[in-house]
């Protein structure tokens, strides 16, 4: 019963999150296909330029596609565009709103639910591929989720899991160095606290959500009833290495990325 209740707490935490502020949010929110556009433009420009070409957003003509976590919508759009039957659930009562009329504004057709994805409304093999970017890492009941991942893809389904990297150089350089260390967050905030600074707009006491992050052993355990598992890394920004990023030639930050990069994504078969 306690642990049911702690669960919920820290789910509370995260809508908390982001009903205050939307992931990827640009400016102030504004209810029009400029503000959409202009978050689209900063995701796949600036904060992730890698995404493009490692999810093939372009390449889903006829996939029966669902989303874990949709946030704004962005992500999903771009799958809508590339072919896929898209569906999505959300935690979030604001992100199911935007994303709602993100989808709107743009006369695309999509299934979305506001729900956890701890009980998905589904039938067993009802879909060819689930993705998540940046979600489950802020659900304490994450394997819960995943096994229900596993039960409504299809025979042969794939699932792309993208979780926060626990050994990349953002996490020790960035945040528990500069941030925890010699800024003193660790002890002010706790580390809970300082965990969840890294989202945007958290304080880390008022606005505190959950937030875990995974190594190559701890992603494969969690997804361990998968037959086939791939494991990447990518997303690292050179001025997270501090000197280093100014004078490294791409090859070695390409090399560095790919071992200690923010995101840690697991490209299971069922
Ligand atoms: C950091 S945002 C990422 C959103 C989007 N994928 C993106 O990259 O912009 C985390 C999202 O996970 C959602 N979320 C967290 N736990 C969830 C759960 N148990 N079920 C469904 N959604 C959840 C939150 O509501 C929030 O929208």
């Known amino acids: 019963m306690e642990e049911s209740q702690n669960i919920q707490q820290l789910k509370q935490q995260t809508q908390d999150q982001w009903n205050t502020t939307a992931c990827g ?20 420009e600036n904060y992730g330029d890698w995404m493009r070409g490692f999810y093939r957003y372009d390449d889903h003509q006829g996939v029966k596609l669902l989303e874990i976590g949709f946030g704004q919508g962005t992500d999903l759009i771009q799958y809508a565009l590339g072919g896929a039957d898209v569906t999505g659930v959300d935690l979030t009562e604001n992100h199911y709103k935007l994303a709602t009329e993100n989808f709107k504004l743009r006369n695309l057709k999509a299934e979305l639910h506001h729900r956890d994805a701890a009980v998905l409304p589904f039938p067993d ?21 995943v096994d229900e991942i596993y039960r409504v893809l299809k025979p042969g ?22 941030e925890g260390i010699f800024k003193g967050k660790l002890f002010t905030l706790g580390f809970d606290g300082l965990k969840a600074i890294i989202e945007t707009g958290a304080d880390g006491k008022k606005l505190k959500p959950y937030v875990k992050l995974y190594t190559h052993q701890s992603m494969k355990k969690l997804v361990h009833q998968f037959p086939s598992v791939q494991i990447d890394i990518r997303h690292l920004y050179r001025k997270n290495i ?7 030639p791409d090859s070695a930050i390409k090399w560095l990325e790919r071992r200690f990069g923010w995101y840690i994504i697991a490209t299971c078969t069922k």
């Open 25 to 44: 949010q640009v400016g102030d929110i504004e209810w029009s296909l400029d503000y959409f556009l202009s978050v689209e433009k900063n995701r796949y």
């Open 125 to 145: 093999n009802s879909f060819d591929k689930v993705v998540s970017f940046g979600v489950l890492h802020h659900t304490p009941d994450i394997q819960v989720c």
């Open 157 to 178: 389904g794939k699932l792309v899991l993208s979780l926060y990297h626990r050994n990349s150089l953002y996490y020790w350089t960035t945040l528990l160095l500069k």
């Open 242 to 248: 501090w000197i280093f990023g100014k004078i490294l």
